[in-house]
């Protein structure tokens, strides 16, 4: 069956990066693209980008651009999210979801990776 | 920049229908959009229910249903149970290749 899983919660201080992982089974991993999708406490869903595994092309929310990067490791079937300059509005669950494909909507979604950016 | 509208909050009565509508804050949306839609209970992911405007995700009971309603995207929900309480998102695809969320409603049943 289809599963993400993501890597575990991180804290981290401000002004520093984090990078989160999310490792694809039970499907061809380059065929789906793979969006990430942020929450912070108390908010609403916000999403923040997508990548092509197959291509390594992405596309960001401009509220995002210069920040973070997506990246994939075809050999492993990961997806990585890098955020840096981290701020405490930073502070969110950060998941990844997969794309379904014809019709541009996540059908799969990983559990979510807490990241806590605190001094 | 874009901004997709909701309703932030939305009661409905045990056995009622309730229609949750998912905006745009310039234009109407269409089925060119893909809406999408989504509830979440607190701590959990997201799960989808409805794609491509009209179609429900497997195993989404045929109570959820999607649409377009005049300029928006619409969910409705017939016979509302206690547990449909939840957080709803709607999600629009934009030609740029982005996606856009909107903020949320808030579904109480009582």
């Known amino acids: 069956q289809v599963r993400l899983v993501q890597s575990g919660a991180e804290v981290k201080k401000p002004g520093t990066s984090v990078t989160v992982s999310c490792k694809a089974s039970?499907?061809?991993?380059?065929?789906?693209?793979m969006h990430w999708v942020r929450q912070a406490p108390g908010q609403g869903l916000e999403w923040m980008g997508i990548?092509?595994?197959?291509?390594?092309?992405?596309t960001y929310a401009q509220q995002f651009q210069g920040r973070v990067t997506l990246t994939r490791d075809t050999s492993t079937n990961t997806v990585y999210m890098d955020l840096t300059s981290l701020r405490s509005e930073d502070t969110a669950v950060y998941y990844c979801?997969?794309?379904?494909?014809?019709?541009?909507?996540?059908?799969?979604w990983g559990r979510g990776t807490l990241v806590t950016v605190s001094s | 920049q874009t901004v997709v509208t909701q309703e932030p909050s939305f009661s409905v009565s045990p056995g009622g229908t309730v229609t949750l509508t998912c905006g745009l804050s310039s234009g109407s949306v269409s089925t060119s959009f893909y809406p999408s839609w989504y509830r979440q209970t607190p701590g959990q992911a997201p799960l989808t229910l409805i794609y491509?405007?009209?179609t429900r995700s497997s195993g989404v009971p045929d109570r959820f249903s999607g649409s377009i309603l005049g300029n928006k995207a619409a969910l409705t929900i017939t016979g509302a149970q206690a547990d449909d309480e939840s957080d709803y998102y709607c999600v629009l695809h934009m030609d740029s290749g982005i996606s856009v969320f909107g903020g949320g409603t808030k579904l109480t049943v009582l």
């Open positions: 039970g499907y061809t991993f380059t065929s789906y693209y």
């Open positions: 491509n405007t009209n």
């Open positions: 990548i092509n595994p197959s291509s390594g092309g992405t």
């Open positions: 979801a997969r794309d379904y494909g014809d019709f541009w909507y996540f059908d799969r």
